[in-house]
């Protein structure tokens, strides 16, 4: 990392050995928290690094003000926490999350990818990209944190840049994924530094000629309402948004309006959404997996031979019929719509789980504790046992 001047070289020495040894070890997470072990989250599960000495609360506040230093934020000094993200010395993009416990100060911090995924990797139909190559609109990615969403949103937006003349404005907090200009040119805002708010920076951003906005995530009403004009107004917008399935994005959109507007947003939302993406990571069990694992393990693999895990994904997409059902409170019959649309990229949770079932990485116990529905689950599942639903694609495994 870039040495900041007031930081001491010990606790910069410290933190890069740190995430050094996060990469290493293909961690997800790695966790800081005064007079505690260091933790990483490998393959899902937290183990604690009892080999490293735990760190004091002083070493803690120096390395939260180097982070903030080299993101240039203030340091935290008050109640609250600091969003950032910093590249390692190795050249490892980090996202980073400083809070308060107990009145001192811990640091949770996320590895992100070092490179843009192919869909297929991910586990997603390769179909996905044609969301790239509309010219307007709102395409929502949700799931629950630690899910992927920001990687599937990034490989999409890498699509866009490598096969688009367009402009491409992106606003985050903070910038995790760093696209550098190729056929696209690629302007990307961090909240807090290059803009105070979402919506702000959203509201100004179609005053910027953009095609394609990336708006980080949805939070508030007011960036609601600036996302969905911006899609109104001919510009294609990427965004976040924390929910379990399709129809709770969906709902979760419309709910935060007044009740009083919310029929027409449903309106507005119906005319101008093209796509919803929920993903959710699962460990990877299956007889499949668990073999392939256990192969490596013999074959000395070491870290190779821990769990995996694979992404199971939900698609809608916006057909007329869909959008009237949208428009007209009707969510709880667009299910229905999605088992019907596979000819148009749709798929409902439980067709992915019994596709994961039947390539033999998932275990029917955990895609059962998954499924909405067990009993839908399992005549999907029949159904690819005799042939009758082919899966299209194999599991991508992280």
Do not use: W
């Amino acid at each position: 990392m870039t040495k900041a001047n007031t930081t001491p070289p010990s606790v910069i020495r410290l933190l890069d050995t740190l995430l050094d040894e996060c990469v290493q070890r293909d961690a997800s997470d790695v966790h800081f928290a005064p007079e505690l072990p260091i933790y990483l989250r490998i393959q899902g599960l937290l183990e604690p690094q009892t080999d490293h000495p735990r760190i004091a609360a002083e070493q803690i506040r120096a390395i939260a003000d180097h982070l903030a230093s080299l993101s240039q934020r203030p340091p935290l000094q008050g109640p609250g926490s600091l969003d950032g993200a910093v590249s390692s010395s190795s050249g490892t993009r980090f996202r980073y999350n400083i809070y308060r416990r107990q009145g001192k100060l811990a640091i949770a911090m996320r590895r992100l990818e070092d490179r843009f995924r192919e869909l297929a990797e991910l586990g997603l139909p390769d179909s996905l990209y044609r969301l790239c190559e509309l010219s307007d609109g709102l395409v929502l990615v949700a799931g629950p944190t630690g899910s992927g969403k920001s990687t599937t949103l990034a490989t999409l937006l890498n699509r866009v840049n490598q096969t688009r003349r367009c402009h491409l404005v992106t606003i985050e907090d903070p910038i995790e994924y760093l696209h550098n200009s190729a056929l696209a040119l690629v302007n990307q805002r961090q909240v807090g530094g290059d803009t105070e708010h979402f919506h702000e920076a959203v509201v100004a951003a179609m005053r910027q000629d953009p095609d394609v906005i990336l708006v980080g995530e949805i939070r508030d009403l007011a960036t609601i309402r600036a996302a969905v004009t911006a899609a109104e107004t001919g510009h294609l917008v990427f965004t976040t948004v924390h929910a379990s399935d399709c129809v709770g994005a969906i709902e979760r959109l419309i709910a935060v309006f007044p009740a009083e507007e919310q029929a027409g947003v449903r309106r507005q939302v119906s005319m101008v959404l093209r796509a919803i993406i929920t993903q959710h990571l699962l460990v990877a069990d299956g007889p499949v997996a668990t073999g392939e694992r256990s192969a490596r393990a013999s074959s000395g693999a070491g870290a190779a031979a821990r769990r995996s895990r694979v992404v199971t994904s939900e698609i809608l997409v916006s057909t007329p019929a869909v959008a009237n059902l949208i428009a007209t409170e009707k969510s709880a019959q667009i299910y229905s719509a999605m088992e019907s649309g596979t000819a148009q990229g749709m798929q409902t949770l439980e067709q992915d789980l019994a596709r994961l079932m039947h390539a033999g990485l998932l275990s029917e116990a955990s895609a059962m504790a998954m499924a909405r529905s067990p009993n839908v689950l399992r005549e999907r599942a029949g159904r690819l046992q005799r042939g009758g639903m082919p899966a299209t694609r194999s599991g991508g495994r992280m």
